[in-house]
């Protein structure tokens, strides 16, 4: 089960099946040679051409996804279409031969100002090329709120989809962020929900899951 960890947000629950054999050896460390990662695909309003950028760690257990330009907002100077933005990332995560991995834990964090009667809603989820989509996991804000926030999504060990050992499958990553003006005035305020820095400080982190393929 996808177990959400929440500061200062509500959130539901998110379902998977294992899709990896249970003969498979439970090999939690990660592999020593280098994981590389190409970004194959990118599009949504929230991530135009340039603006996301995917770093591995130096110890193969997770990856960064920073943004420069993810921000929905309503009234003073946004305009109608401003309300949601969304990013889809088509990734090539090449692992060593023998390896395989599934994604254990998302790590969310931005920025928000919500006007009292505003709120926002922050939504993922990930899987693999060819396999069906998970449902996505809900995070909700509510103004009147101005402070930086994080929420975490974490996959109990009996629920992780790994990558098919053998196979070149994508991995793709949808994030949505969304602003309800409610009842606060839009004429005389703005209401913001970010997942970016200007400094690249602010980034989304996922955490590997790691298992040897059956020989």
């Known amino acids: 089960m996808l177990r959400p ?98 994604v254990a834990e998302a790590d969310y964090r931005g920025f928000a100002h919500l006007e009292k009667g505003a709120t926002g809603l922050e939504r993922a989820n990930y899987y693999f090329q060819g396999m069906s989509q998970t449902t996505y996991v809900n995070h909700h804000f509510t103004g009147p709120l101005h402070d930086n926030w994080q929420t975490s999504d974490i996959t109990e060990i009996e629920s992780l989809v790994y990558a098919p050992c053998g196979a070149v499958r994508y991995l793709n990553i949808n994030t949505e962020l969304r602003v309800d003006a409610g009842t606060s005035d839009t004429t005389r305020t703005t209401s913001l929900l970010a997942m970016d820095s200007t400094d690249g400080s602010i980034s989304t982190l996922y955490h590997f899951a790691w298992k040897q393929c059956p020989r």
């Open 5 to 102: 960890v929440v500061i200062g947000s509500a959130a539901v629950a998110l379902l998977a099946a294992s899709l990896v054999p249970s003969s498979a050896a439970a090999d939690g460390d990660p592999p020593p040679d280098k994981i590389v990662i190409d970004v194959v695909g990118v599009n949504g309003s929230g991530c135009p051409a340039g603006t996301a950028d995917v770093t591995v760690s130096p110890d193969n257990t997770a990856f960064t996804v920073t943004y420069s330009n993810y921000q929905a907002q309503v009234g003073v100077g946004a305009k109608p279409t401003d309300f949601r933005k969304n990013c889809q990332l088509s990734l090539n995560v090449r692992v060593p031969p023998g390896f395989t991995y599934a």
